[in-house]
């Protein structure tokens, strides 16, 4: 099984600035990488796949980059509405495997 | 635009079966572009992928739960369904519904999410 590791756990920053997240696989996924964004309650929203494709209706302030095993979410000019939990997931092997990372909570400072 | 519904009992006994069904509305299930997902998420915590179907009945399942799980597909209804058996309190968790693409296989769309809770 692939692993995903996240880090970190948590990110405290403020609004109107940049926020970097990153996400380790245990072997190689090439780009077959995906972002999701999740609030309390909701389910997750697609945010990024293929490492570095915005998903339909994804504000341009979100961008992802990396391959193989090293993977960023970074969000510029943070607003308020961006404060949530965020997971990577690796599809390589799809249909018959997906993993996700364990989150980033990216709270308000 | 496809959406996404879970549905289902929220409560469950031990060593029962919890069974859950997804209707997809706005699109078909038999589309050749995408497979059908469930994903479960226990309070507090992170996501599972538990499995996937094809509308052709193909089934892809999570080796953690492969001898508990099953997944199957009903074409005319433009559902599909999730059995998971001999259930414990370790699987108390919201289920999620979701559409893996075929190919870049990202989940997109996902359903809202229901809670199951397994107690006596």
């Known amino acids: 099984e692939i692993v995903m590791t996240q880090s970190p756990v948590t990110l405290s920053v403020s609004p109107g600035e940049r926020a970097t997240l990153s996400c380790r696989a245990s072997?190689?996924?090439?780009?077959?990488l995906a972002w999701y964004q999740q609030k309390p309650g909701q389910a997750p929203r697609l945010l990024i796949y293929g490492a570095s494709t915005r998903a339909t209706g994804i504000p341009a302030r979100f961008s992802g980059s990396g391959s193989g095993t090293e993977f960023t979410l970074s969000i510029s000019s943070l607003q308020s509405e961006d404060f949530a939990v965020y997971y990577c997931?690796?599809?390589?092997?799809?249909?018959?495997?997906?993993?996700f990372g364990q989150g980033t909570k990216l709270e308000i400072k | 635009q496809v959406q996404l519904q879970e549905s289902g009992p929220g409560l469950v006994k031990p060593s029962e079966t919890l069974s859950l069904t997804c209707t997809v509305s706005g699109g078909s299930i038999s589309s050749s572009n995408y497979y059908w997902a469930w994903i479960r998420q226990p309070p507090g915590k992170g996501l599972e992928w538990i499995g996937n179907i094809y509308y052709s009945g193909s089934t892809y399942y999570n080796p953690s739960l492969t001898s508990r799980v099953t997944i199957s597909v009903d074409t005319s209804k433009n559902q599909f369904s999730l059995k998971l058996s001999s259930v414990t309190a370790a699987d108390t968790a919201v289920y999620y519904c979701?559409?893996?693409?075929?190919?870049?296989?990202?989940?997109?769309?996902w359903g809202r999410g229901t809670l199951v809770t397994v107690s006596s």
């Open positions: 979701a559409r893996p693409y075929y190919g870049e296989s990202r989940f997109d769309p």
């Open positions: 072997q190689s996924v090439s780009s077959n």
């Open positions: 997931q690796q599809y390589t092997n799809w249909p018959s495997s997906y993993t």
